[in-house]
């Protein structure tokens, strides 16, 4: 049997930050780790199994003396925050009563959701509950993704697909996917799409480059913004 491990645990510590942010005595630990779950499954429950469908792409948590702040990462900020902040402000009481803790919300926009494994596999698996074709909706996400700017995805399907008696793994691949490179950033995402025939779930990797290739780009791109554009090359000869 294969020997499988999670792409973001298997980075956690080395090129990616934890989602949960905080330290607890030995005493509280244990409160503070089932209180976080209960945090992750309400959002979970709310942005991405009620209408409509807000798509809550990651949850990270962290923690102060006097308060938990919660970060949500969604591509549609708008229908987490409501008509003047009303949705947000229920979603906090909602988290406030559940964990009896002050708890603030913080919204983060995800600007481009071709390259964001996680929404890719939320989009797949509401497509699947539609009784959209899993081929064409799988090579559809494929190619956007690539379009968008990707290196690489892989899409695994697996459950009784189209209904069939029998459940089967259904895999569409386009570009590389360098899974053991630590260095190089890919994205993992996994949603469940519950039908009338059965639950069907849904893997994406997606391979958004090099980690220090990225962050070679956000420096210059930032000496560039604060240089001016930096220095212009001296001109050779002319009669000025």
């Not at 244990?30 to 009620?50: P, S, W």
Request: positive net charge; glycine residues 12%; hydrophobic residues 35%.
């Amino acid at each position: 049997m294969g020997q499988k491990v999670h792409p973001t645990g298997f980075r956690i510590g080395v090129t990616e930050d934890w989602r949960s942010r905080w330290y607890a005595p030995k005493a509280a630990y244990a409160e503070f780790l089932i209180e976080d779950h209960k945090i992750r499954r309400l959002i979970e429950q709310r942005l991405n199994r009620t209408a409509p469908y807000a798509g809550c792409a990651g949850v990270e948590i962290e923690r102060t003396r006097n308060e938990v702040k919660v970060l949500i990462a969604t591509a549609r900020p708008g229908m987490v925050i409501g008509p003047k902040g009303a949705e947000v402000d229920k979603l906090r009481e909602a988290l406030e009563e559940l964990i009896d803790r002050k708890v603030s919300v913080n919204i983060k926009e995800i600007k481009n959701p071709d390259l964001d494994a996680q929404l890719i596999a939320l989009d797949i698996s509401e497509q699947l509950k539609k009784r959209g074709s899993f081929r064409r909706v799988m090579k559809m996400h494929c190619d956007a993704s690539m379009a968008a700017g990707a290196l690489g995805i892989k899409i695994i399907c697996k459950g009784r697909l189209g209904g069939a008696e029998m459940s089967r793994m259904e895999t569409q691949k386009q570009g590389s996917i360098p899974l053991q490179t630590l260095q190089a950033n890919v994205n993992y995402g996994f949603a469940q799409s519950f039908t009338t025939y059965g639950a069907l779930g849904v893997r994406v990797w997606l391979y958004r480059g090099n980690y220090r290739d990225q962050a070679h780009e956000e420096q210059m791109a930032a000496a560039g913004e604060g240089g001016g554009g930096g220095r212009r090359p001296r001109g050779h000869g002319g009669g000025e």
